[in-house]
C-alpha cells in the first residue's frame, strides 16, 4: 500500500492551499485516512483525521481554518487549509488505516510528505 501527496507549496499568510493523498495497492477498505505535520526541530503532531464514516476530527490549532474530506471510493483525502499562519509552515505527512487482504491488522503506512511554507 502507498500513499502519495501533492499540492504543497508557498504561500503568503492569510492565503489557502489544499494538500492530496491517494492510497493505491491491494486495499480491501480503508478505516480512516489523514494528516500530521512536523516543523524544522519540532516532534511529528496530528492535523486530524476523517474516518470512513464520515467523522472529522481536528487538533485545537487547525479548527475553524483546516477541512478534511474523504473519498471512501477512491481512496482519497483533501486538506483543504485557509487563513493559513507562518506557524503552520511544515511538512505535511498522510496517514492512513488500511485493511489489506490476507492480514488480521489493518497496516498503517506514510505519505513521502509534502512541504508547505507560509511566508510573505
Known amino acids: 500500500v502507498q500513499l502519495v501527496e501533492s499540492g504543497g507549496g508557498l504561500v503568503q499568510p492569510g492565503g489557502s492551499l489544499t494538500l492530496t493523498c491517494a492510497a493505491s495497492g491491494s486495499i480491501l477498505s480503508i478505516n480512516l485516512m489523514g494528516w500530521y505535520r512536523q516543523a524544522p526541530g519540532e516532534q511529528r503532531e496530528l492535523v486530524g483525521f476523517?474516518?470512513?464514516?464520515?467523522?472529522?476530527t481536528y487538533a485545537d490549532s487547525v479548527k475553524g481554518r483546516f477541512t478534511i474530506s474523504m473519498d471512501n471510493a477512491k481512496n482519497t483525502v483533501t486538506l483543504q487549509m485557509n487563513n493559513l499562519k507562518p506557524e503552520d509552515t511544515a511538512v505535511y505527512y498522510c496517514?492512513?488505516?488500511?485493511?489489506?487482504?490476507?492480514?488480521?491488522?489493518?497496516?498503517?503506512?506514510w505519505g513521502q510528505g509534502t512541504q508547505v511554507t507560509v511566508s510573505s
Open positions: 476523517s474516518f470512513s464514516n464520515g467523522r472529522v
Open positions: 496517514n492512513a488505516d488500511v485493511i489489506v487482504p490476507g492480514r488480521l491488522n489493518s497496516l498503517r503506512p
